[in-house]
């Protein structure tokens, strides 16, 4: 499980963490075990070098390429809609700069992530690997899910999807939940929370509007 305890970081990026949570608890985040990871999860890690001062705004944060380090309120968010236990298997896609699978990590998940930018993913391997985490990275599509580990208890899509990939609910467990932005442009998504109820039935709920870097590949925008 990913830990801090044999981090040494500065009392004042703690102190910053601890507000961010306060600021996430006010937004409506309500999930105790969802703001305690957050709040034990250094986010400067996965953060672009002298930005300290935006590391725990509540903002999105460019990481090259074009993509982005999500918003916290989004990560908390959309973690909270998986309904997380500990041990569960959970497929994320977008790896992007490693902080939301760390997130998930911190939950006592085992992760599975897939990022489609190599060089993000190098970077994230970097990261990740002097950490104690829970977490596997794979380079690749991930609209076309991870077929050789499924199924999983929860997949989360952190990209903005014109659809839902019939692959993910094909790779969730009974019960499984399926969290995806989905739009049907690429400037905006509604969020949308599948469970598989049986065999071949699920449950859509929609959630609110988000606004995600988009889902590209087989299953998702084409370039
Ligand atoms: N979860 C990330 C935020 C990711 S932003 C974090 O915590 O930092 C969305 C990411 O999805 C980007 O890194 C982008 O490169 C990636 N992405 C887009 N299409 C993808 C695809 N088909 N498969 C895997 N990753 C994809």
Redesign the pocket.
């Known amino acids: 499980m990913f830990t801090t305890d044999n981090f040494n970081e500065e009392d004042r990026m703690r102190g910053q963490r601890t507000k961010l949570v306060v600021e996430l608890r006010k937004k409506g985040i309500s999930s105790e075990k969802v703001l305690e990871a957050i709040g034990k999860v250094p986010r400067q890690l996965?953060f672009p070098k002298d930005f300290e001062q935006f590391v725990y705004r509540d903002a999105a944060f460019p990481?090259g390429?074009g993509?982005?380090?999500?918003q916290p309120y989004t990560?908390a968010f959309q973690t909270e809609l998986l309904h997380i236990q500990k041990g569960d298997k959970i497929l994320?896609?977008?790896?992007?700069?490693?902080?939301?699978?760390a997130v998930l990590s911190a939950m006592g998940a085992n992760v599975y992530s897939?990022?489609?930018?190599k060089s993000?993913l190098v970077e994230a391997t970097k990261v990740l690997k002097n950490i104690d985490s829970n977490i596997k990275l794979f380079h690749?599509?991930?609209?076309l899910g991870l077929s050789s580990e499924a199924p999983f208890d929860a997949i989360l899509v952190?990209?903005g999807a014109p659809d839902v990939p019939e692959t993910y609910m094909q790779q969730l467990k009974i019960g499984g939940r399926l969290v995806i932005p989905v739009g049907q442009n690429r400037e905006s998504q509604q969020m949308l929370r599948v469970t598989r109820t049986s065999q071949t039935e699920f449950r859509t709920e929609v959630f609110g509007n988000f606004k995600?870097?988009?889902?590209?590949?087989a299953k998702?925008w084409k370039t």
């Open positions: 996965f990481i390429h993509q982005t380090i999500s990560v994320e896609i977008g790896t992007g700069s490693g902080y939301q699978a897939v990022e489609v930018v993000l690749g599509d991930g609209t952190t990209a995600f870097v988009p889902l590209l590949g998702g």
